[in-house]
């Protein structure tokens, strides 16, 4: 294995790209967390009073959760206590107008977005992309906002939604993931600062990819956001989401919340490349990813997808999942999830069957080097009513050297005798002998490493969006297949 | 082309290979036969540079370099070219992205300019007539699912979509039928010019009906025991190994 474990060093120890800091005033609040605190980021915001109970409501229960049992301890991940009261909780670039117009924003905040990759300007921007770019806890830009507006597709920043669309919030928000959720899910309920928004309306076909770039760039700041999306009957989005962070030695907190609400007939693409800062080869610094992301598909046919692809973080704890309430409803989840170095995640899914005749499909490719740890963990559970539900299960875990470990966890809870439920799993190493054929046919190692992970993911890749799959590809150090077969 | 001069190579402390002596020269086709176990896939192996075989003394020169120092991918690079006797399966990896990425990879280092998907294609369609094979072949994954048949006749178009100087084949006669046999000895000699170099491995005579050989070599016990024209595999086809064995004096098969 020895040339194996030295190519897929050299692959997968490229320098973190994105480890740059942006330096700009910023108005944060000090460190730690009271219910002034709370107060303060409601009203910096100018929220309604609504927002302002919810909140509080959300903070007084994670203060019971954190008497009671606190953060939750059953993920196969350990790391150090987090010290909540040293952690910044608002941090907002300092900026001369409201948010929104593109010619207001700091100049530095463009670069910033445009050195990621995510140019903001209307000259440049990505074509077929609309992005909305959360820099540590505020929304700076969001691109082809107008052009949506004529469909009546709602894309903003969730403090906009707040303001302009407070029905449409007060309605939906908390609706798939309650603040009492779980820890980490109720602290971000009570000190969320920001995050996208989304409503299509009846029967709009979304005619291009709607994105949120999220930037942690404030040291000693947690980012907290909360994205929130509603597709009416018969809609369609399809949905990314990118995110980096300076690197830095201490650990960094990322608590999101993610709700999907799909109606009848609907569909949600929710696609994510998450590269945080993953920590260096000797497991310091990086950030804790505990995010709860879960979709609700609410009306007969709806279909909810997730597809993700986790490169970094020092830790991962995640596991988007889909409510399948309405009958004939499809929840899918594709997932590839990258350990190196000291990372640990433990992500999987979980696939509620409600309705009757709901399909869920879950592909969990696992790819562990270096120290690398990691779980996929996951929950298929089929209600009594779910007559004739289904849901297929595959779960492969590919290990690159010897010092890496994947595990996998299965929950299988079924109530209704006409369901059917298949779990396969596997685990597999790069064989010398696939090594060996790449390479007599010319192929450096790197290259027929690269080829035989890309080869693994491809189940999970072919999911994507085309200009993610190039991402996500990319970022597995694998050059995508050429444009043909 | 290639010289070898006493190779001894084996695995894992065990002799296969003991004193091998062997010229090959542009243009020509030499058949090296032998019964199981006699060392025939270890020799094309050893060529390749599979790093399970370590080769204990002799050396192999190839267009005038040292090729034992040369890892697996710069032979395959400098026009060696083996085609396997169990090819191997990579999931989820096309058929022709594999191959575009090889083919692409050999032109590359020799200084033509990479083919673009068009060109590609144009080049495929024209190799994959020549081994009878559909389109549908090149977007399954590299030799997953396929039949026996299937892997080989994928060798052989590995190797003309390649063009290798020197193609190594590792009894890829192997369990074919006899339509297969006959596609397969098609490719081979249509790769036959008098630049190139094949070397046959192969423990049955049949097909060398179809690709007539220069020069047969019997391996028995890692050695070459026997060395003539293509008379020498009718010969062998017609009396077996044991006659020669004998001959050749009781050596030990390296191999039971």
């Given amino acids: 294995m020895s040339t194996t474990a030295k190519t897929v060093e050299a692959l997968v120890n490229r320098e973190y790209e994105y480890g740059f800091v942006t330096d700009i005033e910023a108005d944060q609040v000090p460190p730690g967390l009271d219910e002034d605190v709370v107060r303060l980021i409601s009203a910096k915001k100018r929220e309604p009073e609504f927002m302002l109970e919810w909140r509080l409501r959300a903070f007084r229960h994670w203060l019971k959760m954190g008497l009671a049992a606190g953060e939750p301890k059953w993920a196969n991940v350990t790391y150090a206590p987090i010290d909540y009261q040293s952690i910044v909780y608002y941090s907002a670039p300092k900026q001369t107008a409201a948010p929104g117009r593109l010619d207001e924003v700091d100049p530095k905040l463009l670069e910033t977005f445009e050195k990621l990759g995510i140019p903001l300007s209307e000259q440049k921007r990505l074509t077929g992309v609309a992005v909305d770019a959360v820099f540590d806890s505020v929304s700076v830009a969001t691109t082809f906002k107008e052009k949506l507006a004529e469909l009546g597709i709602v894309f903003c920043s969730f403090s906009e939604a707040v303001q302009n669309h407070p029905d449409l919030v007060e309605k939906y928000l908390g609706s798939v993931v309650p603040y009492t959720d779980n820890f980490f899910a109720t602290l971000n309920s009570a000190v969320f600062s920001d995050g996208s928004f989304c409503y299509v309306p009846k029967g709009v076909r979304c005619p291009m990819e709607l994105s949120t770039y999220f930037r942690i760039n404030t040291a000693g700041s947690g980012q907290f956001e909360r994205t929130l999306i509603v597709a009416d009957e018969g809609s369609y989005v399809s949905y990314l989401e990118g995110c980096t962070a300076p690197r830095r030695d201490e650990n960094q907190l990322h608590a999101a919340v993610v709700e999907l609400v799909a109606l009848e007939g609907a569909q949600i693409r929710y696609s994510t490349v998450q590269n945080w800062y993953a920590g260096d080869r000797e497991g310091r610094g990086g950030i804790y990813n505990f995010v709860t992301k879960r979709g609700k598909c609410a009306g007969r046919g709806a279909k909810i997808s997730w597809t993700q692809v986790e490169t970094g973080s020092a830790i991962t704890w995640k596991y988007p999942s889909v409510i399948l309430q309405g009958d004939d409803s499809v929840g899918e989840f594709y997932s590839v999830a990258l350990v190196n170095n000291h990372q640990q995640a433990d992500t999987g899914t979980k696939m509620i069957h409600i309705g009757k005749n709901t399909r869920s499909t879950i592909i969990s490719k696992g790819i562990s080097a270096g120290h690398g740890n990691q779980t996929y963990r996951g929950l298929v559970k089929v209600r009594p009513r779910a007559s004739s539900a289904r849901n297929r299960t595959q779960c492969d875990s590919l290990l690159l050297g010897d010092r890496c470990g994947a595990h996998t966890v299965p929950y299988i809870e079924v109530a209704n005798a006409t369901a059917s439920v298949e779990h396969e799993a596997s685990t597999a190493k790069i064989s010398e002998e696939q090594l060996f054929y790449c390479k007599q046919r010319g192929l450096s190692s790197e290259n027929a490493v690269s080829m035989i992970v890309n080869g693994f993911c491809k189940e999970v890749f072919k999911n994507l969006p085309m200009e993610f799959a190039v991402e996500a590809s990319k970022l597995l150090g694998v050059s995508l297949e050429g444009g043909v077969g | 082309m290639l010289s070898i001069r006493y190779l001894h190579a084996g695995v894992e402390g065990k002799d296969i290979l003991r004193g091998i002596d062997l010229e090959v020269k542009a243009g020509e086709i030499h058949a090296v036969m032998g019964p199981n176990g006699s060392g025939k896939s270890t020799l094309a192996q050893v060529l390749a540079g599979h790093p399970a075989f370590a080769v204990t003394r002799g050396e192999v020169v190839y267009e005038g370099r040292n090729l034992l120092e040369m890892p697996p991918e710069e032979r395959a690079r400098a026009g060696v070219f083996l085609a396997f006797q169990y090819p191997i399966e990579i999931p989820g990896v096309s058929n022709a992205q594999f191959l575009k990425a090889a083919v692409n990879e050999v032109r590359t280092r020799q200084?033509?300019?990479?083919?673009?998907?068009?060109?590609?294609?144009?080049?495929?369609?024209?190799?994959?007539?020549?081994?009878?094979?559909?389109?549908?072949?090149?977007?399954?994954?590299?030799?997953?699912?396929?039949?026996?048949?299937?892997?080989?006749?994928?060798?052989?178009?590995?190797?003309?979509?390649?063009?290798?100087?020197?193609?190594?084949?590792?009894?890829?006669?192997?369990?074919?039928?006899?339509?297969?046999?006959?596609?397969?000895?098609?490719?081979?000699?249509?790769?036959?010019?008098?630049?190139?170099?094949?070397?046959?491995?192969?423990?049955?005579?049949?097909?060398?009906?179809?690709?007539?050989?220069?020069?047969?070599?019997?391996?028995?016990?890692?050695?070459?025991?026997?060395?003539?024209?293509?008379?020498?595999?009718?010969?062998?086809?017609?009396?077996?190994?044991?006659?020669?064995?004998?001959?050749?004096?009781?050596?030990?098969?390296?191999?039971?």
């Fill in chain 2, 111 to 256: 200084g033509l300019d990479e083919l673009d998907a068009m060109e590609f294609l144009e080049l495929l369609r024209e190799k994959l007539a020549l081994v009878e094979m559909d389109q549908s072949f090149v977007s399954r994954a590299v030799n997953e699912g396929f039949s026996g048949g299937e892997k080989k006749r994928n060798e052989i178009l590995q190797m003309a979509l390649l063009q290798p100087k020197l193609a190594i084949l590792d009894e890829t006669d192997s369990g074919l039928d006899i339509d297969a046999l006959k596609i397969v000895a098609n490719g081979i000699n249509s790769l036959r010019t008098p630049d190139n170099a094949i070397l046959l491995v192969t423990h049955y005579q049949r097909i060398l009906s179809y690709v007539t050989p220069d020069r047969v070599h019997v391996l028995v016990g890692g050695r070459i025991v026997r060395s003539g024209g293509k008379d020498l595999a009718l010969e062998l086809e017609a009396k077996g190994y044991d006659w020669i064995r004998e001959d050749a004096g009781a050596v030990q098969p390296a191999r039971a």
